[in-house]
């Protein structure tokens, strides 16, 4: 689950998605299946260039290592877990930072 305070921004399913929150000036949630892991977004950006290069060598399936955790995917998880990352890493619309009044 979650935190309250973060936003999901990419899901392939309930247990596989990634969330964006505010905390330390901005935290990724990648939670896959039992495990979530709190990256920055300059971590998930090299974690999808790593995986994205191990996908173009050929290795459908493997593990991607994360500190000492590996994230491992099978055959033909590799490239969803690559679109999650990408998505969620497309710059999203930001809020407006101040109501704007029409006045006449």
């Known amino acids: 689950m979650e935190p309250e305070h973060a936003e999901v921004v990419a899901r392939l399913s ?3 998605y990634l969330a964006r929150c505010s905390c330390n000036g901005g935290t990724y949630h ?9 990256l920055t977004p ?3 950006t090299f974690l999808a260039q790593v995986l994205e290069d191990l996908l173009a060598q050929g290795n459908e399936e493997g593990a991607v ?3 000492s955790v590996g994230l491992r995917f099978r055959k033909g998880e590799g490239w969803g877990l690559l679109r999650l990352l990408r998505q969620g890493l497309l710059p999203g619309k ?11």
């Open 65 to 67: 290592w994360l500190g």
């Open 30 to 38: 990648l939670h896959w299946d039992a495990a979530t892991f709190r």
């Open 94 to 104: 930001e809020p407006p930072r101040a109501l704007l009044r029409h006045l006449n």
């Open 14 to 16: 309930e247990g596989r």
């Open 42 to 44: 300059e971590g998930l």
